[in-house]
């Protein structure tokens, strides 16, 4: 890929937008583009934290493994997110697994030693990046608050809404959440069992309240949903 087209798409990552000319040229060239395969892994725990990724094309899986070896999904990723970030902040080897879902990916890969040099040069970038990762850190306080005081009916629905208020499409009334997510995926996001997802999809769906497929997800009407 020629600077041209690295600049193209890293114009479009809300993190960079305030970098000039200059800097968005200098991150063209510190940036290496990758791809992986559906299925395969970015990174494994233990891998040494010393990139940054963000990610073009296809939906990435951030999650880890219990003792017993049940997957905790930690996060879903879509085009123009950054991650692996926690390098920035001192971790030395991953905790945590980066996985490709179901079509192939294409992300950028940063030194973490040339992102925190950006960081020192641009103190917007800085806000930025913390900015992004307290609000991740939110996520996950909401979501253990969820697990704590929300049975799993209601944990289901709520993943129902927020997907639909972050990547909803409107269909006159209606609203179309496309998706890459399993059943088991969605238990394991919900920290239900794929038995419970199953059940309650199939309870709002004979209530006339969404409708689904393998691949999406229609509600009907969101403030009938609850």
Known sequence: MDITSKLNFLEQFPLFTSFNEEEKKMLSQMVELKKRPKYS??????DQSDK???????????????????EVIKAILHPMAMFGEMCVVG????????RVMNQDAQYFTLKVEDFKRLMRSNHQ????????????LRRVEDRLESLIFKDARTRIIDFIKDSASKRGRQVGFETLIKHSLTQQDIANLTGTSRQTVTSVLNEL???NLIYFTR???LVRDLAKLE
Do not use: C, W
């Open 41 to 46: 892994y970015v990174y494994v725990p233990g």
């Open 52 to 70: 940054i990724f963000f990610l073009l094309k296809g939906t990435i899986k951030i999650g880890s493994h219990s003792n017993d070896g049940k």
């Open 91 to 98: 971790e030395q080897n991953r905790k945590d697994f980066a």
């Open 125 to 136: 970038l800085s806000v930025n990046v913390l900015n992004m990762i307290g609000d991740r």
């Open 205 to 207: 769906k004979k209530l």
């Open 215 to 217: 691949k999406s997800i």
